[in-house]
């Protein structure tokens, strides 16, 4: 089975502090992405990665960073955490078939509640 | 701008009742359309998938109805049990290409006994 594993499952945080979400997959996926969740606004995508230390901006990447070192390892970054940054975080990786490039099944982990205050 | 419209916001169906949810996009480009259930506390997970060139996909009690022309598709729930209660996001991408998958804002389904 393939686990996609968030470091937290509930985060409290004051706004200014620069906050590290941390994101694992077991299954050598190539493809890794970090979503936020809100109630009538649905997964928005914050960044993906298809490739260790390549990244591409999402829907809604401001006040956001990413960082892509090892294949596994996907980490989101808040680099001054706001009140409105407040939200469900959901990691998720998928595979990718070669040079196909064809769009499969996206796993995800739990999310990560974070709360800033 | 929201390329996926989904409805509705909120369901409630009686165990045994049929559960339909719909979703509507608009870039032409999307070809593939998948249906995520996420339960509480849980990550979402992938129900069931269909591609443009089929207008129907059934799996068990779970049913992908494909409109091209309309640019429409939805999700029936058959045989509806208090176990389907979850939320259901429809989503579109381009079937090929850098994935970037865009979701609905989701559904909540409550099935009642």
């Known amino acids: 089975d393939v686990k996609v594993t968030q470091s937290s499952r509930y985060l409290v945080k004051r706004t200014g502090e620069k906050v590290f979400l941390e994101c694992v997959q077991d299954?050598?996926?190539?493809?890794m992405f970090w979503y936020r969740q809100d109630p009538g606004l649905g997964l928005r995508l914050i960044y993906f990665?298809?490739?260790?230390?390549?990244?591409e901006k999402g829907d809604i990447p401001e006040g956001y960073s990413v960082s892509r070192e090892k294949k596994e390892r996907f980490s989101l970054i808040l680099e001054s955490a706001s009140t409105n940054q407040t939200s469900m975080y959901l990691c998720?990786?998928?595979?990718?078939?070669?040079?196909?490039?064809?769009?499969?099944?996206?796993?995800f982990g739990q999310g990560t509640r974070l709360t800033v205050v | 701008q929201q390329q996926v419209k989904q409805s509705p916001q909120s369901l409630i169906v009686q165990k045994g009742g049929i559960s339909i949810i719909n979703c509507a996009y608009e870039?032409?480009?999307?070809?593939?359309f998948p249906w995520y259930q996420q339960f509480p506390g849980k990550g979402p997970a992938l129900l069931i998938a269909?591609?443009?060139?089929?207008s129907e996909k059934k799996e068990g009690r779970f049913t992908i109805s494909f409109n091209k022309s309309a640019k429409q598709f939805s999700l029936h729930i058959m045989d509806s049990q208090p176990g389907d209660s979850a939320t259901y996001f429809c989503?579109?991408?381009?079937?090929?290409?850098?994935?970037?998958?865009?979701f609905g804002i989701g559904t909540k389904l409550q099935v009642i006994p």
């Open positions: 998720a990786s998928s595979l990718s078939h070669g040079l196909e490039l064809v769009v499969t099944e996206a796993f």
């Open positions: 269909i591609r443009p060139d089929v």
């Open positions: 990665s298809y490739d260790v230390k390549m990244k």
């Open positions: 299954m050598d996926h190539e493809n």
């Open positions: 989503a579109a991408s381009r079937s090929w290409g850098y994935q970037k998958v865009t």
């Open positions: 870039n032409t480009a999307f070809d593939y």
